[in-house]
């Protein structure tokens, strides 16, 4: 039963990070060409990150074409990626030193070029900082969806609620802490050997 | 006056000493520049006198009194303090910036008020526009100014000054000293001023303490250690240049003689007569408003013959219409000019009157004259 | 839609279910300054700067246990009710708090820091009037992503009968009411969102007007 809840919620995060990534990244470095889009846009991600999880999910059951189960939960964990991802992208590209671009651009480079080879590559200790966090968030609160009816993680600590059985409350929020912060370790070990040499971010 | 005796601090974790039983008096009212290279430890021993750190052994007295015996906080408001990163504090204005140790003695508004406005005009900078600035809206070479009217405020007989210019560029520091040296001349504070640029060591101290790995080297007035450095370490900190950084410490007025002789146009013909009787070694050639417009030396005679031509003269002594100068231009900066008309002299000008001349001659005794000669 | 059911919702449950979170919400988070700020104080005073550090890794980590598992692990010990919720929740809202709050005072100048004590002011004015005014900004940070961590958490504590608006999503979800669902939800959503600007707009106005970021 344990092994069957771990592979559904790691299946679940699996899928929620991948999307997010292919579709929050690519909109990162969009609205980093346009200020009035970017501050929509990010506005709309800080609002939905505000929108407490039992919420969302509660929210997304709801709309007819999700209903109970997997795609709601998924639909909202990629919507909540989008503040870390989305912003950490965005910040990540904007801040590259203006002379370095400038540089690049008295070289001969063009805007793409510019993007691909140097703010890309200089963004990615903000970048990956932004991911580090979408990822551990996703992992908790992929819990959360046990109660739109997913079986995983979640569902050890909800029936224990239900039935004060204890040993099942502390067995699953230790499993999901513990998962979280492996994630997070091994994602850390990851950064340093991603991060271009010469760059070191600190992480706030 | 401060003293220090047998200061020596090592820090926690180290084993040489960062400064090494030091011992110095810097008298009342003279500026004292801490000169050596980075890590000598002229921080140090300057954080030492404000207690910002507390020495491993030794003593220092501020106007005798062991500093160790007063409160820190007490002391250190009683001490104006410089630091080469300015520190002011971004989230006040510079108003109140200024007035912070004013507000700690506990100075009634009004008076802190009259305060700033009167530095901020001592430091050149408009009260009206300057006082409700945030340090984020000012330049740098504004915001060193602000950082040393803020110590000067309280009026402290003691200032340490670490790098106080460092974070400006040469010509900005080059007025920012100039200005500094002139207020100096009015409030007579005794300064420690740390720096690691020999220039402005010697432009700005009245004593010059040379540092090297925590040990005082040498100790004396600039001219006492442009002359007469101590050893190999000091004169190659000081440099080739040692002899032409001695000139800098003296103005054309010093070394000046009257002027021996003076000729109109007409008189041309006669100079060498004139010059004869004058025992003069050079004749400064006045037009009819009374302006000097060049001159004719012995040399001149001597290559020309005794009976050139007025035509020549004049054309020589128009060459040299510009080889005058100020009386208080540095002698370093006459040197240049002596090489750059390639003469023996140069008129010394008052307004638009010839005053007095130097020579070539003059400067090289200066230049390797030693102090008390 | 069911309109005599969202009646229901609105009228009947919201008021008191609302009343109930928003007082969990501030009760939760004055606690939570009240240890953190000192706690964060402390910590980066040069007596326990490495124990600092520490600190700082260990409320990193915490961070990363997801607020299901703090709220559920609770329960065994606390039982169930408004009590535990309450501490459960402050857990939640330490850990931003207080790492923002060594943060932002790490953050500050050591020049600004030196100027100030080479100018007589002692550790204490130092500390009242140069660190906590330039980090304020950052703890008020700090203030703001626990409200929304704890308004969000909140809505979990239905389930160890903390009441909130969770509630309301419990009821909704037990009994297949969108209605219910929708209104709890809804309100949630508000409230953080609600709290989240209002926060944001102080931190705005306390940040010195010389720190223009
Ligand atoms: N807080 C400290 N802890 C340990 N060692 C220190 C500390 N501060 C300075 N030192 C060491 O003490 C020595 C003297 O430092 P100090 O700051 O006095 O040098 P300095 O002459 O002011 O140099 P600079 O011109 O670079 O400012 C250096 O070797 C430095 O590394
Ligand atoms: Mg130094």
Redesign the interface.
């Known amino acids: 039963m344990i092994m069957e809840y771990t592979e559904n919620h790691f299946s679940l995060v699996l899928a929620a990070v991948i999307i997010s990534l292919l579709l929050w990244v690519p909109v990162g470095v969009l609205i980093t060409r346009n200020e009035k889009l970017a501050s929509m846009v990010l506005n709309i991600a800080n609002t939905i990150f505000c929108i407490p999880s039992l919420s969302l999910f509660a929210v997304m059951v709801t709309i007819p074409a999700l209903g109970l189960g997997r795609r709601s939960a998924l639909v909202a964990l990629v919507l909540y990626s989008m503040m870390p991802l989305g912003r950490n992208v965005y910040q990540g590209v904007k801040v590259v030193d203006k002379s370095v671009i400038e540089a690049a651009r008295g070289m001969g480079m063009n805007s793409w070029r510019i993007l691909w080879e140097i703010q890309l590559p200089l963004a990615t200790p903000v970048i990956f900082a932004g991911f580090r966090i979408a990822v551990v968030m996703t992992t908790g609160i992929a819990a959360i969806a046990t109660y739109i009816g997913e079986r995983n993680l979640g569902r050890l600590i909800a029936e224990g609620l239900t039935r004060f059985n204890i040993e099942m409350i502390v067995s699953g929020a230790l499993l999901i802490a513990l998962i979280a912060i492996a994630l997070d370790t091994v994602l850390g070990i990851i950064e340093k050997q991603i991060v271009p040499k010469g760059l070191k971010v600190r992480r706030s | 006056m401060i003293e220090l005796k047998e200061v020596t601090k090592i820090y926690t974790g180290q084993s040489v000493p960062a400064v090494d039983s030091l011992t110095m008096k810097i008298e009342k009212g003279e500026i004292c520049v801490f000169v050596g290279p980075s890590g000598c430890g002229k921080s140090t021993t300057l954080r030492m006198i ?1 207690r ?1 750190i507390e020495p491993s052994s030794g003593t220092i007295l501020i106007d005798n009194k062991n500093i160790k015996d007063s409160d820190p ?6 001490i104006g ?1 410089v ?1 080469q ?9 510079v108003a109140e910036n200024i007035a ?2 004013p507000r ?1 003695h506990g100075w009634p508004k009004d008076k802190i008020n009259r305060r700033v406005d009167e530095l901020l005009v001592l430091i050149g900078l408009d009260p009206e526009t300057t006082r409700s600035k ?3 809206q000012l330049s740098g070479g504004q915001m060193q100014r602000i ?1 040393v009217a ?2 000067m405020a309280a009026d402290p007989p003691v200032m ?1 000054m670490d790098e106080p210019f460092g974070a400006v560029d040469p010509i900005a520091r080059n007025h920012l000293q100039d200005e500094f040296l002139r207020l100096q001349r009015e409030i007579k504070k005794t300064i420690v001023f740390v720096t690691h640029d020999i220039n402005e060591a010697i432009k700005m101290g009245d004593k010059i303490a040379i540092f090297n790995r925590g040990r005082l080297v040498q100790y004396g007035t600039p001219q006492d250690i442009l002359s007469r450095p101590a050893n190999d370490f000091v004169a190659d900190f000081i440099g080739y240049d040692r002899v032409v950084k001695m000139l800098s410490l003296f103005r054309v007025e010093d070394i000046a003689r009257p002027v021996g002789c003076t000729i109109e146009p007409n008189e041309l013909p006669n100079a060498w007569n004139k010059m004869q009787d004058y025992q003069a070694a050079v004749c400064f050639l006045i037009n009819s408003a009374g302006e000097p417009s060049g001159f004719i030396t012995g040399d001149d005679f001597l290559k020309q013959g005794k009976d050139a031509s007025p035509d020549v003269l004049n054309k020589i002594a128009g060459q040299r219409k510009r080889a005058f100068v100020e009386g208080d231009v540095l002698l370093r900066d006459a040197l240049s000019l002596i090489l750059e008309f390639n003469t023996e002299y140069l008129g010394v000008l008052s307004g638009n009157r010839v005053v007095g001349v130097i020579s070539l001659g003059d400067i090289r005794k200066h230049a390797s004259k030693k102090e008390g000669d | 839609m069911d309109w005599m059911r969202v009646k229901q919702a609105l009228l009947e449950r919201a008021p008191e279910a609302l009343g109930v979170h928003i007082v969990m919400v501030l009760v939760t988070i004055s606690i939570a300054i009240a240890i953190s700020v000192p706690l964060g104080v402390l910590l980066t005073r040069p007596k326990y700067k490495n124990l600092g550090v520490v600190v700082l890794n260990i409320l990193n980590l915490l961070q990363t246990i997801p607020g299901l598992a703090i709220i559920a692990l609770t329960m065994p010990f606390l039982g169930l009710g408004l009590k535990p919720t309450i501490f459960a929740l402050t857990v939640q809202g330490l850990l931003p708090i207080a790492r923002n709050t060594i943060a932002g005072l790490y953050g500050v100048s050591p020049d600004v820091k030196e100027a100030a004590l080479g100018m007589g002011m002692s550790h204490k004015k130092i500390l009242y009037e140069v660190e906590l005014p330039l980090a304020m900004p950052i703890i008020l940070a700090g203030v703001r992503t626990a409200t929304v961590y704890v308004v969000s958490v909140g809505t979990l504590a239905a389930y160890i009968g903390g009441g909130g608006l969770g509630d309301l999503i419990v009821t909704g979800l037990a009994m297949f009411w969108p209605e219910f669902l929708i209104v709890g939800a809804g309100l949630g959503a508000i409230l953080a969102i609600s709290l989240d600007r209002l926060l944001a707009y102080v931190e705005y106005r306390i940040t010195p007007p010389g720190l223009g970021t």
């Open positions: 404000n910002m906080d007490k002391l250190r408001m009683g303090y630091i990163q300015i520190g002011l504090l971004p989230h006040r204005t912070i140790v700690l945030f340090p984020s950082g803020r110590a340490l």
